[in-house]
Each structure stands twice: as structure tokens, then as C-alpha cells.
């Protein structure tokens, strides 16, 4: 059974960071690529970074581009969210996406608050 869960995602100050951890089961996690997202209260989903598996390049939209991290670790089947320089508008439920089975995790919440 296809399986992602998100964990690590908490309260921080602007200017902290944390990291986001996804656990992945249930596929040939080195094969595929791996996305990030959020969403606000409000808002959208929207994308926040993608690794490719073939050579672990990454991409990132303009607003988290510098200060956060997307890595791998094939060996655990885990992708991580290195987030830095945390600030309010940071603030959401971030999820795990696997595009090739169009799976979601359930999300874990990040609030950027003083």
C-alpha cells in the first residue's frame, strides 16, 4: 500500500527554522520524485519544492527559493524540508506529494508567529 506521512512541523519565531521529514512505503521511493507543498489558512495549495530522483536536482517557487532545503535519504525512503529564516507568511499545513500515484500525505502544520 502506497504511503506517505509528513512529521516535524511545529511552532517557530520569524527568523527559526525547522524540519519537515516524509516517510515514504508501499513504492520504489529512489524512482520517483518527491513535492512539498502548503497551504494557508485561506489560500491555495501551493507548490513549495520538488526533487527528481534521477539526479536529485530541485526547484523552488521565488518565496522559498534560499532559504529552504529539499534532501533525500533513499536509504530510509524519507525526503526532507529544510526550512530556514522562518517568517509569518511561512505559516501553513505543509504536505507530501507523489505525482506518480497522485497521493497526498495528511499534512503537518508550521506556525511562524512571535
Known amino acids: 500500500q502506497v504511503h506517505v506521512v509528513e512529521s516535524g512541523g511545529g511552532s517557530v519565531q520569524p527568523g527559526g527554522s525547522l524540519k519537515l521529514s516524509c516517510a515514504a512505503s508501499?513504492?520504489?521511493?529512489?524512482?520517483?520524485?518527491m513535492t512539498w507543498y502548503r497551504q494557508a489558512p485561506g489560500k491555495e495549495r501551493e507548490f513549495v519544492a520538488v526533487?527528481?530522483?534521477?539526479?536529485?536536482?530541485?526547484n523552488y517557487p521565488d518565496s522559498v527559493k534560499g532559504r529552504f532545503t529539499v534532501f533525500r535519504d533513499n536509504a530510509k525512503n524519507t525526503v526532507h524540508l529544510q526550512m530556514n529564516s522562518l517568517r509569518p507568511e511561512d505559516t501553513a499545513v505543509y504536505y507530501c506529494?507523489?505525482?506518480?500515484?497522485?497521493?497526498w500525505g495528511q499534512g503537518t502544520q508550521v506556525t511562524v508567529s512571535s
Open positions: 506529494y507523489v505525482g506518480a500515484y497522485m497521493l
Open positions: 508501499g513504492f520504489s521511493f529512489s524512482k520517483i520524485a
Open positions: 526533487i527528481n530522483s534521477r539526479d536529485n536536482s530541485t
